[in-house]
């Protein structure tokens, strides 16, 4: 009997751990969707250079190769969530401090024009993803892949405007990028898997 109480106590705790964790992945993707929204209005008001927005990218590439790497067995603990809040909370400050530091962009220089374009990009494959988890037809092991893939474009980002500007040939790499991730968003939304 005692055996049988313990047995339900740890399963009861495991299925209410995942349920937890499956309550936090809508409000990450969400986070991630409003961070790059507030990129995105920095670089076309001018309180974000193309450099400051790399940056950003930069930080933006870490939180989703976190989410990935937490989500490879499709469930984020309570320790991993901690860690990816702190991220999102430095990453936040951040935006904050560079939309807010005096350094301007010209937000109609080419540059700047396809910077606002790929971060653009971004909040859509972004927004596409959180669409995903809300109406059930991503599973969080496929969100933890899609954001690996996020990563890698968001990376492609961050180097492209290293120093200050993107050309036409980054540009072009940077969409190739977007477009096999646009691709892979589709596909497993429309995979008809079980999910989890």
Do not use: C, W
Not at 20 to 44: C, F, I, K, T, W
Not at 64 to 75: K, Y
Not at 124 to 142: C, F, K, T, W
């Amino acid at each position: 009997m005692k055996s049988a109480i313990v047995s339900f106590a740890i399963i009861s705790g495991t299925l209410l751990g995942a349920a937890a964790s499956a309550q936090n992945v809508p409000a990450d993707q969400q986070r991630n969707v409003n961070q790059q929204e507030r990129v995105e209005q920095g670089l076309q008001s001018g309180t974000l250079s193309t450099t400051e927005a790399g940056q950003l990218e930069r930080g933006q590439q870490h939180i989703d190769s976190m989410e990935a790497h937490d989500l490879r067995n499709g469930a984020i603990s309570p320790q991993e969530q901690a860690r990816l809040n702190s991220a999102e909370n430095r990453q936040s400050a951040n935006i904050y401090a560079d939309k807010h530091n005096g350094v301007t962009g010209n937000p109609n220089s080419a540059s700047s024009q396809r910077m606002q374009a790929d971060v653009q990009r971004n909040v859509n494959q972004q927004q596409r993803i959180a669409n995903g988890v809300s109406n059930g037809s991503l599973s969080n092991h496929e969100v933890g892949s899609l954001e690996r893939g996020q990563a890698h474009v968001t990376g492609r980002e961050a180097n492209a405007a290293a120093n200050g500007h993107v050309g036409a040939g980054e540009q072009a790499r940077i969409q190739g990028s977007e477009n096999h991730q646009s691709a892979r968003v589709y596909n497993k939304k429309h995979n008809e898997h079980l999910r989890r």
